[in-house]
């Protein structure tokens, strides 16, 4: 992972580096599910600053599409978190369905 991934594109392309890395060394095998999930949220920027800066790259990072995920208690801050993730999520699913069917 590199750490100056400050775009949601840069991030993606990490993730999906991550799930080939990780299906190639075995450890997809039995719970793919747990492990596309630990992929996705650590990736998620965690400084205030990272996160702004990705904020103002990408407005759609303000919106959150799984209501049940966000604290709005939180503050914008977790708000974006979530969302980057849920674009993390669907990328590592995304790579995850097409590395079986390479297979």
């Known amino acids: ?4 991934a400050t775009t949601i594109e840069q991030l993606k392309a ?14 997809m095998n039995k719970y793919p599910e747990d492990s596309l999930h630990e992929i996705a949220d650590s990736h998620v920027p965690i400084y205030y600053s990272t996160l702004t800066e990705m904020l103002a790259g990408d407005g ?12 709005p208690t939180k503050g914008v801050h977790h708000m974006i978190q979530v969302a ?5 999520l669907q990328q590592a699913h995304e790579t995850w369905q097409a590395i079986q069917e390479e297979e």
């Open 1 to 4: 992972m590199r750490h100056d």
């Open 60 to 71: 759609s990072l303000a919106y959150v599409e799984d209501e049940g995920l966000c604290d």
């Open 84 to 88: 980057i993730y849920e674009h993390l």
């Open 14 to 27: 990490d993730v999906d580096e991550e799930v080939r890395s990780t299906h190639k060394q075995g450890y």
